[in-house]
């Protein structure tokens, strides 16, 4: 795509990398297309992309003004070291899709994700440069490219981009899981003698799992990478996605821990007292006090008819309220049986002259006089 010098901001006193494009420059379409992808460029800010400062023109050649990362491209890396951990590459991973998510958030793919494009700076931090040039360099009317090309490096080309559709967010994720294969295991998922038998590669063949390979890395994820090289761009995560899964222990296998369970508290206006355990109330003396349940309203009597005790049933505030109604109950009973007794002796027959001769007069002697019965007594 261009050449990359190191150069000095004259007016800023600042070091920053300068990158010229290949090919002449166009007409005035281009010019606008060129300006319109380096304004947006520009304004993306993530800690793991690199800065885009200022655009123009030099000798007919666009040229771009960046942050220069003092440090070396996953690609020098994998010249030195064959194979990266998965520790390693777990945490470049997670960085990498953390720029990517705030990219496509801007509406930007980047559309040639490999490892050159894959800076490490010094504290060894993932940088990902060259954001929307791809895009303008793919574009026809920047007359950069001849018809029918395809920009972007064959290794990490998405299927759908290889068979000619428009790239988007999920392009990206694909590329980007192309090269975490790589690191895993020192060689794209991927590769032929030829460009197009590698495209031929992306579209129809399947990924080898890295654990049959012989990449010690855990299953989760092994299972993980092949979702990002799924063939269909719907099924593969986002970039926000991996950038969460990758910050998590979930690439080791590791569940996450359940919370941990506290036991409802009883709500209550004096201070609780502790429970009593087994050994406690065997030990506890026999005066101990319990505080009644405050009443919550009237229940039925259980079905079996027997009675509750007034305690069980509603609480002492029932057991108060029922003694008014005691009371007048007993003092209805002495009322009644005070009647019956007063009426029995009333009413009753009088029996002192039964058996006694009558000294008054009558009709005859040695005849008993007898007293005719009340009306209520037959």
Known sequence: MGEVWRATDEVLGRAVAVKLLLGDRADASATARFR????????????????????????DRFFLVMELVEGVSLGGLLDTERRLSPERV??????????????HRQGVVHRDIKPGNLMLDAEGSVKIGDFGIAQFVDDPSAALTGTGQIVG??????????LGRTAG??????????????????EPPFKSDTATGTLYQHVDAAPVPLRQRGVDVPAAFDAYLLGLLAKQPEERPGAQQVADW?????????????????????????APSPA????????????????????????RAPASGRARPAARRGGAREAIRRRPRVASAVA???????????????????????????????????????????????
């Open 36 to 59: 319109l992808e380096a304004q947006t460029a520009a304004r993306l800010s993530h800690p793991h992309l690199v800065a885009v400062f200022d655009f123009g023109a030099w000798e």
């Open 90 to 103: 777990a945490r470049m991973a997670g960085e990498a899709a953390a720029g990517l998510a705030a990219a």
């Open 153 to 162: 490096t064959s290794l990490y080309l998405a299927p759908e981009r290889a």
């Open 169 to 186: 967010a999920a392009s990206d994720m694909y590329s980007l899981g192309c090269v975490i294969y790589q690191l895993l295991l020192g």
């Open 246 to 270: 990758f910050r998590t222990d979930a690439w080791r296998g590791h569940p996450e821990p359940l919370p941990r369970h506290v036991p409802p508290s009883v709500p209550s206006a004096s």
């Open 276 to 299: 009593l355990t087994p050994a406690s109330r065997a030990a506890a003396p026999s005066t101990t006090t319990y505080r009644l349940p405050q009443a919550t309203g009237r229940r």
């Open 332 to 378: 209805g009973t002495a009322a009644f049986l005070a009647a019956v007794y007063l009426g029995m002796t009333l009413f009753a027959p009088d029996s002192s002259s039964a058996g006694t001769p009558d000294n008054g007069p009558g009709p005859s002697a040695g005849v008993e006089s007898v007293r005719p019965p009340d009306s209520d007594q037959r």
